[in-house]
């Protein structure tokens, strides 16, 4: 069951998704060569904690860690640790609190310093993808909208969409109704209705779609381990169409 959110609701989600955006315009200026991703962890933890919202990912299925650092080839769930940043990494940072009672949940894929031209490119069709889905999100439309504009943006640069992770509804707990992929047909799936709250998360492969798990259970790799990137937003569908409730304030470069 797809849950309708009323204006009230709507606000207490978009709290928690303030500071998720905070959190991830916060660790964007400290994302740098050198540093360890459990660094980066504990920064979120306590700029989280800060705020008054706790990790929603922290101990969700036993997940060990505050936030998710995946890095090159890690697709998504990278757990934060001894790892070091290179220059010419790509990062992406996965945030979710619950505050409140209601949750946010958003991701962004960093450069670490210069990186090559494919992983620019990577970059920025997978946030185009975002896009592209978010634009779906409007009464009118269904939800295989979303993800077939997903895949067509991807897969017309000639990179990828992952099959194995799915965005997700989101509001009283992390995880609602519906799933959604990043791939399908257009015109399919249950009619979008004003109300719903959807976080839409496209994670882009430059090679093959396939991943495979690394035998911490968790990290998600590309099977040919080349780059993949992932960006989120959490997005309200109003009447008159989406509303992003996790904008990053993004510094200029
Ligand atoms: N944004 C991801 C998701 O929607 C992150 C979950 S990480 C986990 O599933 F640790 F909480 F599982
Ligand atoms: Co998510």
Request: net charge neutral.
């Amino acid at each position: 069951m797809i849950m309708l959110r009323s204006r009230a609701e709507v606000e207490k989600i978009e709290a928690a998704c303030m500071i998720v955006a905070d959190t991830l315009g916060f660790l964007e200026t400290k994302i740098k060569a050198g540093m360890a991703t459990a660094e980066l962890d504990s920064l979120a933890e306590g700029y989280i904690k800060e705020r008054g919202a706790v990790s929603a990912f922290k101990g969700y299925k036993g997940y060990p860690a505050n936030i998710c650092t995946s890095i090159n080839e890690t697709v998504v769930h990278g757990i934060p640790g001894k790892q070091i940043l290179k220059e010419g990494d790509i990062i992406a940072v996965d945030i979710g609190v619950k505050f409140n009672g209601y949750f946010g949940d958003a991701a962004m894929t960093f450069p670490v310093g210069g990186i090559s031209e494919e992983a620019k490119k990577l970059l920025a069709v997978t946030e185009e993808s975002l896009y592209r889905g978010i634009e779906n999100a409007r009464p009118d439309k269904r939800l295989c909208d979303i993800s077939s504009a997903v895949q067509e943006c991807a897969e017309k640069s000639g990179f990828s969409v992952v099959r194995e992770f799915v965005g997700h509804g989101i509001g009283t707990k992390m995880h609602e109704d519906p799933q959604i992929p990043n791939f399908g047909v257009a015109g399919t799936g249950p009619r979008l209705k004003a109300g719903m709250v959807l976080a839409i998360e496209p994670m882009v492969n430059a090679g093959t779609y396939r991943v495979e798990i690394l035998e911490d259970g968790w990290t998600a790799v590309t099977k040919d381990r080349k780059l993949s990137a992932h960006f989120e937003h959490t997005v309200y569908i109003s009447d008159s169409g989406p509303e992003i409730l996790t904008k990053w304030r993004k510094k200029k470069q």
